[in-house]
């Protein structure tokens, strides 16, 4: 996906998927990390990487879209 001044790196990806394999290790994969970093950079343009609390409100964000994309409902 090309996105004018932003590259998404393979660096970039494993950071958020070690993240997710610790948070929330049911999504901790290539696919789900990469559309997060998209994600984050479309959706939102200044990201507190030194505040955990919003990487997680980004992540429930994303997370309910990826759902909601595929079918799933917020209570399931």
Known sequence: MS????EITDNDVAAVTRWLKIFHP???????????????????????????????????????RSDDQNGKTSDE
């Open 3 to 6: 996105m004018s001044g932003f």
């Open 26 to 64: 049911e999504d901790a994969n290539l696919d789900f990390a990469r559309g997060m970093l998209v994600n984050i950079k479309l959706g939102y343009r200044h990201v507190g990487w030194d505040d955990p609390d919003q990487l997680e409100d980004y992540y429930g964000d994303y997370k309910n």
